[in-house]
């Protein structure tokens, strides 16, 4: 009785999924070529992948300079050694509004540098992309042209490219400012 039972919602599943692919075929045949189309570009661009390498560079050494900075910003307040919990550990009392400030102020420029980043790797690679689509026909494959996605992303869009980047920084600063006050609440509420 359980073969049989099994059996028939195999047979189910098995005529529900056949429809399925039957249904989105053409939907199935576009992302398979997209895919086919993706591979044949990464394929023949192998330099795009130095682009992500170059950024992620870029942004270690960004990241490395504002700790250093940020080291800086927190060593200006009262520092007292922390007795409780681990020897060698110090706490950092942030008596003066100012400092504090310039550390949030530290914080979302890193965010909004990070984002710039980012998304101009991203910008560069779409127009790689682009130009190597629109290169290609149905006889030869192009060149994806990267150093016009450089020259793009740093001569051409830098100011839209920085903008869209401040506005992601915004959000993602307002994000981190409720997860901030959420955690505060929830250490102020105790128990409850």
């Known amino acids: 009785m359980y073969f049989l039972a099994g059996t028939i919602l195999m047979a189910v599943l098995s005529v529900s999924f056949c429809c399925c692919i039957t249904v989105g075929f053409r939907s199935l045949k576009l992302a398979i070529d997209v895919i086919d189309a993706a591979a044949d570009f990464l394929a023949t661009t192998k330099r795009i992948l130095l682009v992500q390498v170059l950024f992620f560079f870029l942004t270690l050494i960004l990241i490395l300079v504002w700790m250093s900075a940020f ?40 965010l909004w540098i990070n ?49 869209g980047s401040l506005f992601i920084a915004i959000i993602q600063f307002i994000k981190y400012c409720f997860m901030y006050i959420a955690e505060q609440a929830q250490k102020a509420s105790g128990e409850n």
């Open 71 to 110: 080291a800086c910003v927190c060593s200006m307040n009262e520092i007292k050694a922390d007795t409780h919990i681990v020897p060698q550990v110090k706490d950092v009392i942030w008596k003066d509004k100012k400092i504090a400030w310039m550390a949030v102020f530290m914080f979302f420029g890193l």
């Open 115 to 163: 984002s710039w980043l980012t998304y101009s790797s991203h910008f560069i690679v779409m127009v790689s992309a682009s130009t190597y689509y629109f290169n290609s026909d149905a006889s030869k494959e192009g060149q994806a042209e990267v150093e016009l996605g450089f020259k793009f992303a740093y001569l051409y869009h830098m100011g839209s490219l920085a903008a």
